[in-house]
């Protein structure tokens, strides 16, 4: 377990060191699964169980939890499937690898891929807490950066194609869960083909429907502009690691940000807690407002020394804006702070989040009430006061 901890803290904190290292191992498949995959991918599967079997989700005092043994049997597929997921990308990888000037090893595209993924396993413990579900997606991305810098030292490719590689194995990656999908729903799985010898590939999803072409050039540049920013998720993560220790902000101070009464809406309930799962600390506060059929909860959350992890959302330039049979949600950067809108255009259901520069995630979720009430409900809180709290050293 030690050395597992220690490969984990090198891959993410010290990446370009460690992959030289990753290099010259000799081994086999099932010595890395056993001695390394089988323990990560356990994480997500795990930390999912416990968070909608066993903590569960709730607002407004309604708290619902998975059935144990719906909960149990979705973790084990889960796993499965992830461990599946690793060694069939890696056989795209090791055979995508000629076609941007790299050479051919299963074994090296298992353990390129293989470790590229811890980003994305480690981020899975937060599947404890749902309003941390954000991270999911940037580790993600994180995970992507490794891939970016590892294939030039596994694979061979040259580092001007190792871009346009990660990005086509990132295509391919999204058709495989794709696959998986359509294998599990009993439709016929889309075919997927690589074509291109010069490095400026193309990816074609082929469906009943027709053909998605996706061109080498394009993915190139989207992954250089990825990259950027993942490079900026290493520095937030070495910053992570060196205060993990640190414990979130004490929760009466984030108690005392939450007003008496929203305008006609006066304060039903209100509490702080604070705990810790697998050594992370989280403290929260949460108030609940009511007036009639209209309900608001407010909710101020910190994850103390791995914070600036959420900090670094605010990096990412994501944006979304997507209306669909009567909902909207949408992701943007407004004043160094990342928000996040999910409504419903007739007002019955509103949420509204915000990140903050120093990485604390504030909530308002409206029930009878419009986005506009609940966003100023939000605003209205002494956000630049939050923003200035000290943690612990």
Known sequence: MNAIVQRVQDILLRPRSTWPVIDTEAGDAAGLYRRYLAVLAALPALAGFVGLSLVGVGA??????????????SAVAGYVLALAA??????????????????????????????????AFVA?????????????????????????LGAPVLMGCPPDKAAGYTAVLAVCSVAAWLVVGAVLSLLAPPALRVAGAD????????????????????????????????????????????????????????????????????????????QAVAGVGHSQARARYRAGDERIELLISDTGGLASLMSAATWGGTTLDRQTDGKVEKVYPQDGRTVREDYATDGHRSEYAVILRNGILVEGRGDHLGIERVREAVTQLPLARLEALQRQP
Not at 60 to 73: C, D
Not at 127 to 148: M, R, V
């Open 199 to 274: 490095g400026n590939a193309a990816v074609t999803i082929r469906t009943p429907g027709g053909e998605l072409r996706i061109d080498g050039a394009q993915m190139e540049e989207a992954a250089r502009r990825m990259a950027e920013a993942a490079s900026r998720m290493e520095q937030s993560a070495q910053q992570a690691a060196a205060g993990a220790a640190r414990p979130p902000i004490d929760p009466q101070q984030l108690r005392a940000m939450l007003p008496e009464s929203l305008g006609p809406l006066a304060r039903e309930s209100i509490e702080a807690r604070s």
């Open 60 to 73: 407004f005092g309604v708290h619902y939890r998975v059935p144990w043994a719906t909960g149990l049997m």
């Open 124 to 148: 899975g413990v937060f599947n404890i807490l749902p309003a941390l579900s954000l991270l999911g997606a940037l580790a993600a991305l994180y995970s992507l950066y490794l891939f970016w």
């Open 86 to 119: 690793v060694f069939g990308l890696a056989l795209l990888a090791d055979a995508l690898a000629p076609t941007f000037g790299g050479r051919r090893s299963r074994w090296q595209a298992l353990k390129l891929v293989g470790y590229a993924s811890t980003a």
